[in-house]
């Protein structure tokens, strides 16, 4: 993966950040992941395209080109050159990682049936949202979950059901942002970090693969049919994901497995 800061704060202190603020969901304030990785490529990743594909004579592309007609910029988006481009290229790439999620993720998603880009788009904004957390665990200790009376359960099980807690005192749109983040949270698990989630499994009876199956395609249906998905144009997108959460998540063990590089220093500390 590239090299990146990531932050401090982990996923569940945001969370509590949301469930103190008034939660609301405009266009510019919304703490939610959308389907926007496209809308935010920079100078740099034009110039990598242009640059890569300015290698072969058939496959020059023009910087007008890409900048004012959406169509050709995602057509050419899906040329292999480019995934070969990131996956070859030796020493630190000199582009954005919303387009290096955009462009592994839409590579692994095709191979998978599945060419929806918007679709995509969410899908690669989820996972260049998460990279940027270093520890996707629940602030738990041995002690508090004894305490809350699940002790023999996993602190990733115990964190989802911390959050189904917290929809009980939820408004509508605090319950959309809690529930679209499960859904979120179980397929990054299951997706990226499946070998964790099997290993846990193992050693400790945690939950296993088709538990965040289940539970993240149960929150994204309902999340598909909130106002706040349809205001935010997303009510297709969560549809999608409850629809075919599996061949996602096996898209994106392909991604880990294959494509990206997480070695035990970048691997986040996870709680599962």
């Known amino acids: 993966m590239p090299r990146r800061q990531h932050a401090s704060v982990p996923i569940p202190a945001t969370l509590a950040i949301l469930l103190a603020r008034d939660a609301s969901v405009g266009h510019n304030e919304a703490p939610m992941i ?151 949270y179980s397929l990054f698990i299951s997706g990226i970090f499946h070998p964790a989630v099997a290993g846990q499994r193992s050693l400790r009876g945690g939950p296993d693969i088709e538990f965040y199956e289940q539970v993240g395609r149960t929150n994204y249906q309902l999340v598909s049919s909130h106002a706040v998905a349809r205001r935010c144009e997303l009510d297709d997108v969560f549809e999608g994901l409850a629809d075919r959460f599996r061949d996602v998540r096996l898209a994106l063990n392909q991604l880990s497995d294959r494509l990206l590089n997480l070695d035990e220093d970048t691997r986040p500390s996870l709680c599962l």
Request: aromatic share 8%.
């Open 34 to 184: 959308r389907a926007n990785c496209r809308a935010r490529f920079t100078a740099a990743d034009f110039d990598f395209i242009v640059r890569t594909l300015a290698r072969s004579q058939t496959d020059q592309v023009s910087l007008v080109d890409l900048l004012s007609d959406l169509e050709t910029r995602d057509s050419i988006l899906d040329h292999p050159r480019l995934v070969d481009a990131i996956l070859n290229h030796c020493g630190h790439l000199r582009i954005s990682s919303q387009f290096y999620f955009y462009v592994l993720a839409r590579h692994v998603l095709q191979q998978g049936g599945i060419g929806d880009r918007k679709l995509c788009d969410y899908v690669a904004s989820l996972l260049e949202t998460f990279s940027r957390v270093k520890h996707l665990c629940a602030p738990q200790t041995p002690g508090r979950c004894a305490e809350s009376g699940t002790a023999d359960s996993s602190c990733g099980e115990q964190y989802i059901s911390d959050i189904l807690i917290a929809l009980t005192r939820a408004t509508p749109e605090q319950a959309f942002l809690l529930r679209a983040h499960i859904g979120n």
